[in-house]
């Protein structure tokens, strides 16, 4: 796999990524051999008996975060901890972003007693719990190549008494508890900066501000030097200002050892500290600065940081951002501080340049030394850059980065990830028309869906890709895709009998699939939700100026300028609509069925399985049609798991019982408008489908978290394609609100009422 820029600048190339035939491997998932193709798409097979790789358990457990200096004013707190871990198999440790929960877990990884087989420490942050599990599962095993089955894990598991830390674990309840259950015999302990565990799932550990003892010594510690005594007034007032977060100490500490002057800043200006700050970085620390900003939220190694920026000795500009409080320092590798994001990419005046971003990364990812699990280590960042290519005018370099690291991702087994990265690629192969680069990720979303047990949405995909590669004349593709879908679902008795796969070389016939519209707007609709939705930072877009006009577009003006594909799905939603697809999908199949010589049985039980669907989004009425008429491949026995899939859950709207970041919320229908609580006040919301807002007081939480309100913040909530999650987001609040602004609802929520 090699990148092959055009003759041009070096700010702004023209890509063109050349796919080695040679780009294979093979891993086991489950019940299936994947054979990854990075070129024709992958393919699978189902396991030989007795063909099951057995992992061999490791005999200890010794996986630690690299050691920090020891947080100071924490002994009570590591002494709560313990005997919280001692006592609880499932312990959440939480605060406010600066609080030090990282600081204080890893501190407790390195200090507490291990497991009787030993400690694991892991980094939740932007990663679903199914990779977390699969991570691991590999730490405690060697397994090279083979993610087990759900039940097969947590057989494997069973048995295994080791401490596993999990930082930045903001997760929702269900989602802590199933990562637990996965090693039941384990003892875990998340850190966030919400609390979701309620008492009786096990034990809660707070982590609030220092004490001023502890915090004058935290800034003679930074300041390499005593608090003089005409110091110690504004050093209190600095800490009682800051409530005691470490993190406002460090960069007031860091400012006073700027060069400009010597004195600690007035306790006035906490919420002006990162402007002087970031002003009087050097050139090389500035750099690196911006580029972490530009991957809000992701980490880069410093080898990474060195080959991008061009400069070296970033390690030790990268501990000095830290000691600053504009850094994190995660495992290997450091990432820019959320609130530090937005200052520093308006001094640079937009982001880091994404040619030579995307251009290292491809590169880096072709490299033979190059391994999976450095690929999946960089998952965010290579995330990252595709959707701000996206947003910012460029998704042909969206495309290079998702087609270079797809493959690779596949073959990590981290398939949360891989999906997200499918997602982005696919809706940049929309924007460019890349019509080979679209076949191939709704390829691969095809394979992903198979092996994660989605079996008739896979049937699908399949169908689908088979067809756009016959379409380009790829008859080696479409066979992998023909092949595949035999999975899709578990083959019974097909409705037509399938004529043999036709080998690679050989011309292949023209699938059976349903009306192109149709299968694609069900491709679309599922393809689409892949993603979550646009960043709502400053650093989403290029310019502080443009952000401002992304926080203020509709809902809808944000489905249509990410994904069109979106705002048909919110107009499925209306009646009319709904009983037109079900009158036209019962027709169809019922004509259907007949015509591939299906029995009067299956006729009619698709006939009334259409009729059925006359109380659902229409998204789902066209996906089950294409189910029906598409490929035929599909089995009568998979008409129960269809209507199980996508008829199970009535709901087809944002109303109902809610798990949130900050615990159970009810949202109330009244009419066509909507409400959720807030300390006690109904809150409107406004929208359908799936795209949904509401205006949000911020709350002044030094006087408990239902405080004065100091201003409103814009609540974004983009609902899936099955209404089982939503994505919160939520805009910089206006108002006397200030950078420690934290929406406490932000993040993923998930159904509770099915």
């Not at 020891?70 to 609880?88: F, K, M, N, Q, V």
């Not at 007693?113 to 400690?119: A, E, L, N």
């Not at 089950?624 to 129960?640: C, F, K, T, W």
Request: charged content about 15%; hydrophobic content about 40%; some cysteine.
């Amino acid at each position: 796999m090699t990148e092959q820029p055009t003759p041009s600048t070096r700010e702004n190339r023209a890509y063109h990524v050349d796919i080695a035939g040679d780009a294979h491997r093979s891993v086991v998932v489950g019940d299936h051999n994947l054979l990854v193709d990075a070129q024709h798409g992958s393919s699978v097979t189902l396991l030989v008996q007795g063909r099951r790789p057995t992992p061999t358990r490791r005999e200890s457990i010794s996986l630690l975060p690299r050691r920090q200096p020891e947080p100071i004013g924490r002994s009570d707190e590591l002494t709560a901890l313990g005997r919280a871990t001692r006592e609880s198999g499932l312990v959440q440790l939480f605060g406010p972003p600066g609080i030090g929960t990282s600081a204080l877990l890893r501190h407790a990884a390195h200090r507490l007693p291990p497991g009787h087989h030993g400690v694991l420490y892991l980094n939740a942050a932007g990663r679903e719990p199914a990779d977390l599990a699969q991570e691991i599962f590999e730490a405690c095993y060697d397994s090279a190549g083979y993610a087990p089955s759900e039940t097969e894990l947590r057989r494997l598991m069973t048995g295994i008494r080791a401490v596993v830390y999990v930082d930045n674990a903001d997760l929702g309840r269900e989602q802590l508890i199933a990562l637990a259950d996965t090693a039941r015999d384990a003892t875990f302990v998340f850190a966030g900066h919400r609390r979701s565990l309620n008492s009786g799932d096990g034990a809660v550990v707070e982590l609030t501000g220092l004490d001023r003892e502890s915090a004058e010594l935290l800034l003679a510690r930074e300041l390499d030097r005593p608090i003089g005594p005409d110091e110690r007034t504004t050093a209190e007032d600095l800490w009682r200002t800051a409530q005691g977060s470490p993190l406002h100490l460090l960069r007031a500490a860091g400012l006073a050892g700027s060069g400009r002057t010597s004195l600690l800043p007035r306790p006035g200006t906490i919420a002006e500290l990162l402007p002087p700050l970031i002003a009087g970085l050097d050139a090389p620390a500035a750099d690196v600065l911006h580029l972490l900003a530009t991957l809000d939220g992701a980490d880069l190694t410093p080898r990474h940081l060195d080959a991008i920026t061009g400069r070296t000795g970033t390690t030790a500009t990268c501990e000095r951002l830290t000691r600053l409080g504009l850094l994190l320092a995660e495992d290997d590798g450091f990432r820019c501080v959320s609130d530090a994001a937005p200052v520093a990419l308006d001094r640079a005046d937009g982001p880091y340049s994404l040619d030579l971003i995307c251009a290292h990364f491809t590169d880096w990812i072709a490299r033979p030394a190059t391994t999976p699990a450095e690929v999946a280590r960089h998952s965010a960042a290579l995330e990252r850059t595709a959707a701000l290519a996206e947003a910012t005018g460029r998704p042909e370099l969206a495309v290079a980065v998702a087609r270079a690291a797809s493959p690779v991702m596949a073959g990590s087994l981290r398939f949360g990830a891989w999906g997200r990265l499918l997602g982005h690629g696919w809706s940049a192969a929309q924007q460019t028309e890349d019509r080979q680069a679209e076949a191939y990720f709704i390829h691969e979303e095809g394979i992903r869906s198979l092996l994660t047990g989605r079996r008739v949405l896979a049937g699908v995909l399949l169908g689908q890709a088979a067809l756009l590669w016959h379409r380009l004349g790829d008859t080696h593709a479409a066979s992998a895709a023909l092949n595949a879908q035999h999975y899709a679902p578990a083959a019974v008795q097909p409705l037509a009998a399938p004529t043999a796969p036709a080998a690679p070389h050989l011309a292949l016939p023209t699938p059976t699939a349903p009306d192109p519209a149709t299968a694609a707007h069900s491709v679309s609709t599922h393809m689409s939700s892949l993603t979550p939705a646009p960043h709502a930072g400053p650093a989403a877009l290029p310019h502080p100026a443009a952000s401002a006009a992304h926080h203020a577009a509709t809902p809808a003006a944000h489905a249509t300028a990410a994904h069109a594909t979106t705002a048909h799905g919110t107009a499925a939603h209306a009646t009319t609509a709904h009983a037109t697809a079900a009158h036209t999908a019962a027709h169809t199949a019922a004509h259907t069925a007949g015509a591939t010589g299906a029995t009067g049985a299956t006729a009619t039980a698709a006939a009334g399985t259409a009729t059925a669907a006359a109380g659902f989004s229409g998204a789902k009425v066209l996906l089950l049609l294409a189910v029906l008429v598409g490929g035929g491949y599909i089995a009568r026995e998979a008409l129960p798991q269809l209507l199980d899939d996508l008829f199970a859950t009535p709901p087809d709207s944002i109303a109902g019982t809610w798990s949130t970041p900050a615990g159970t919320t009810v949202v109330d229908s009244s009419g066509s408008d909507f409400t959720i609580p807030d300390c006690g006040t109904p809150i409107r919301i406004t929208g359908s489908g799936s795209s949904y807002r509401a205006t949000l007081p911020v709350h002044n939480t030094k006087y408990g978290s239902c405080g004065p309100a100091i201003g409103s913040s814009t609540l974004n909530l983009e609902l899936s394609a099955d209404f089982r999650t939503v994505r919160a987001t939520a805009s910089t609040p206006v108002g006397d609100a200030t950078d420690s602004f934290e929406c406490s609802v932000c993040g993923t929520w998930t159904r509770l009422d099915q």
